[in-house]
């Protein structure tokens, strides 16, 4: 499911840039915090050209890179940014919200019973019934089969391990993890921003 969704977002960001017909809404620009690291990984913090060219005529953001293609008006041609830096530094929150989605991309979107990633939902570890809450620490992520094979027991009772304790993550960790799953699509202005901070193979 998630794999359908990465690839219907790519098709909406991919800029067709020799295309004379192609869409101009399909020009994303990347945005770059004032320290030049995306706001977001995942997902990839873009805004429509319409929003990216107003901000650069409010003095909010610095062009970093444009694409080909332009805008015309009667008193201005100019290039579409592909990479725009704010201007004012926007700090994170320190913990990201606690939402079904975040719970999956704590959990790289696969069951923590099994590893599969079909069919999604989330698991209380020990369940409500034996007095668990719906916490960071008490949710993960788990495929329809599993939660049901589990039930209403704790994953010892079920002999069914968690690959991994759950968490309260930092949002930090939580854009770690966003790293791993990139649009299919990436204009080759953005990579240079995106994996900066990669570790290079000797």
Known sequence: MFKAELIEQAARYRCAEKDAHSN?????????????TPLSYYPLSLWPWQTAI???FLDRVDIVASYDREVHSPSLDMKIPSVIALRQYVKPSE????TRFNVFLRDKFECQYCGSNDTLTFDHVIPRRLGGKTTWENIITACGSCNMKKGGRTPKQANMPVQMKPIRPTSWQLQQQGKM????????????????DIELEA
């Not at 913990?95 to 606690?98: H, I, L, S, V």
């Open 24 to 36: 101009l809404s399909a020009c994303p620009a990347l945005v770059l915090n004032a320290d030049y």
């Open 54 to 56: 107003k901000a650069v």
């Open 95 to 98: 913990f990201p919200a606690f």
């Open 181 to 196: 799953f990139p649009p299919n699509y990436l204009h080759e202005t953005w990579r240079d921003w995106l994996y900066w």
